[in-house]
């Protein structure tokens, strides 16, 4: 059997000081419902539409540089009245896929892996 090359998660440290000492050749990502439901409960409820849209604009898109724009745009925009939400952003900007390194491995057409997120039933 092959080693992941991606390995999806929670941010649990345990899981990736597990995953470095297992298989230190996968690569880790953030999920992003997680990673967008952190960043919402660092803003106010009236603007939680607003700052998932942004969060939708940079996850969704095409290139490194265009997800990096956007990042700053919502940098600029919300960092005044909200720097925790945006320091959540830019603190795993290069974990989340979101911009890094040439050889950053992005799945799907946008930076992050769209595997979606499973309900148990």
Do not use: F
């Not at 700052?51 to 005044?80: F, P, R």
């Not at 900007?93 to 997120?117: D, K, Q």
Request: charge should be positive; include cysteine.
């Amino acid at each position: 059997m092959h080693a992941p090359v991606l390995a999806i998660g929670d941010g649990a440290l345990g899981s990736w000081g597990a995953l470095r000492e297992v298989i230190p050749e996968s690569r880790e990502q953030r999920c992003r419902v997680r990673k967008i439901a952190n960043v919402l409960d660092a803003v106010s409820t009236s603007l939680r539409p607003k700052v998932k849209a942004a969060l939708h604009n940079i996850m969704n898109a095409e290139y490194g540089e265009a997800a990096d724009l956007a990042i700053d745009q919502s940098d600029a925009t919300y960092d005044a009245k909200y720097a925790k939400a945006v320091d959540k952003v830019l603190k795993n900007r290069e974990l989340c896929g979101m911009s890094g390194p040439a050889g950053t491995i992005r799945y799907g057409v946008g930076p992050w892996h769209r595997a979606g997120h499973r309900r148990r039933s």
